[in-house]
C-alpha cells in the first residue's frame, strides 16, 4: 500500500483509529474523516506524521448531509492526488424499540449506515477506478441475525451488507468490494450492555472471550492488500458467535 491512499471515515476513535493505524503501517497515506471530534482527529493525524511525515491528513464532514460527500472525496484528491481505498467505518448505534421508532432515529441510522457509504462510495468511483482500488465496508454480524431491540439499526446494517454485494457488481472489474462484520469486539459507550449481557454474548462465542479492535483492523488490512481476488464478500470476525447463535 506504500504510496496509496485510503479515506477512513469515523477516524478519530474507537474502532476507526485502529483501522487507521493498521493501515498506515502498510505505507499508505490516510485520510482521517471526522464529524465532530477535531481534537482527536488532530491528535492521531499528529502520531501518524511523527511516524511518516505528510502521510495524514484531516477532513471534517457531516456523512447526513449528502450534497457534502463529493466535497469530501475531492479534498482528498487534493491533499494527495489520488484515492485508492474507502473504508466506510462511521457508524450510529443505539436501540429503537418497535413503538417508540420516529423518523429522526431513521434519518440518523439509516443516514449514518447506508444512505452515506452509498452516496460516499458513488461520489469516489471514479477516482478508485482509476486506481483499480477498492472498498471495505464495516457491517455488524447482526446484519443476518437481529439483535432484539435494534430492529432499525440492524436493518441498516443488513442494507449495507445488500449494498456491498451490489456494488462488487456494479463497480467490476475495476474495484473490488467487501464488508467486514464485527462480533463482540467494543462495547457502546452508551453502556446498554451491562456486565451480565455482556457475559451472557461472549458465553455464545465459540472462543469463549471478546475481540479486540486490531482484530477487525487486521480484517480490512487484508481485503484491502492482500484479497486481490476476492469481492462481494463479508468476513465475520466474531469469534465464531454466528455459528453458535
Same mark, same amino acid.
Given at each position: 500500500?506504500?504510496?496509496?491512499? *485510503?479515506?477512513?471515515?469515523?477516524?478519530?476513535? +474507537?474502532?476507526?483509529?485502529?483501522?487507521? +493505524? /493498521?493501515?498506515?503501517?502498510? %505505507?499508505?497515506?490516510?485520510? !482521517?474523516?471526522?464529524?465532530?471530534?477535531?481534537?482527536?482527529?488532530?491528535?492521531?493525524?499528529?502520531?501518524?506524521?511523527? $511516524?511518516?511525515?505528510?502521510?495524514?491528513?484531516?477532513?471534517?464532514?457531516?456523512?447526513?448531509?449528502?450534497?457534502?460527500?463529493?466535497?469530501?472525496?475531492?479534498?482528498?484528491?487534493?491533499?494527495?492526488?489520488?484515492?485508492?481505498?474507502?473504508?466506510?467505518?462511521?457508524?450510529?448505534?443505539?436501540?429503537?424499540? !418497535?413503538?417508540?421508532?420516529?423518523?429522526?432515529?431513521?434519518?440518523?441510522? $439509516? @443516514?449514518?449506515?447506508?444512505?452515506?457509504? !452509498?452516496?460516499?462510495?458513488?461520489?469516489?468511483?471514479?477516482?478508485?477506478?482509476?486506481?483499480?482500488?477498492?472498498?471495505?465496508?464495516?457491517?455488524?454480524?447482526?446484519?443476518?441475525?437481529?439483535?432484539? %431491540?435494534?430492529?432499525?439499526?440492524?436493518?441498516?446494517?443488513? %442494507?449495507?451488507?445488500?449494498?456491498? +454485494?451490489?456494488?462488487?457488481? /456494479?463497480?467490476?472489474?475495476?474495484?473490488?468490494?467487501?464488508?467486514?462484520?464485527?462480533?463482540?469486539?467494543?462495547?457502546?459507550?452508551? /453502556?446498554?450492555?451491562?456486565?451480565?449481557?455482556? /457475559?451472557?454474548?461472549?458465553?455464545?462465542?465459540?472462543?469463549?472471550?471478546? %475481540?479486540?479492535?486490531?482484530?477487525?483492523?487486521?480484517?480490512?488490512?487484508?481485503?484491502?492488500?492482500?484479497?486481490?481476488? *476476492?469481492?462481494?464478500?463479508? *468476513?465475520?470476525?466474531?469469534? @465464531? +458467535?454466528?455459528?453458535?447463535?
Amino acid at each position: 500500500m506504500s504510496g496509496k491512499t *485510503i479515506l477512513v471515515t469515523g477516524a478519530a476513535r +474507537r474502532l476507526g483509529s485502529v483501522i487507521a +493505524r /493498521e493501515m498506515h503501517a502498510t %505505507g499508505a497515506n490516510l485520510v !482521517l474523516h471526522y464529524r465532530q471530534a477535531s481534537a482527536a482527529a488532530a491528535a492521531l493525524a499528529s502520531e501518524l506524521n511523527a $511516524i511518516r511525515p505528510s502521510s495524514a491528513a484531516c477532513l471534517q464532514a457531516d456523512l447526513l448531509d449528502v450534497d457534502a460527500l463529493p466535497l469530501l472525496v475531492a479534498n482528498t484528491i487534493a491533499q494527495f492526488g489520488r484515492l485508492d481505498a474507502l473504508v466506510n467505518n462511521a457508524s450510529s448505534f443505539f436501540p429503537t424499540p !418497535l413503538g417508540k421508532i420516529d423518523l429522526a432515529s431513521w434519518d440518523d441510522l $439509516i @443516514g449514518s449506515n447506508l444512505k452515506a457509504p !452509498l452516496f460516499l462510495t458513488q461520489a469516489a468511483a471514479p477516482h478508485l477506478v482509476a486506481t483499480q482500488g477498492a472498498v471495505v465496508n464495516i457491517t455488524d454480524i447482526h446484519a443476518e441475525r437481529p439483535l432484539s %431491540g435494534y430492529p432499525l439499526y440492524c436493518a441498516a446494517k443488513a %442494507g449495507l451488507l445488500g449494498l456491498t +454485494r451490489a456494488l462488487a457488481i /456494479e463497480m467490476a472489474p475495476q474495484v473490488r468490494v467487501n464488508a467486514v462484520a464485527p462480533g463482540p469486539i467494543l462495547w457502546s459507550d452508551s /453502556e446498554v450492555f451491562d456486565s451480565a449481557a455482556r /457475559e451472557n454474548i461472549v458465553a455464545h462465542t465459540l472462543l469463549q472471550r471478546a %475481540g479486540c479492535p486490531r482484530d477487525i483492523a487486521c480484517a480490512v488490512r487484508y481485503l484491502l492488500d492482500d484479497a486481490d481476488y *476476492i469481492t462481494g464478500q463479508v *468476513i465475520n470476525v466474531d469469534g @465464531g +458467535r454466528t455459528a453458535h447463535l
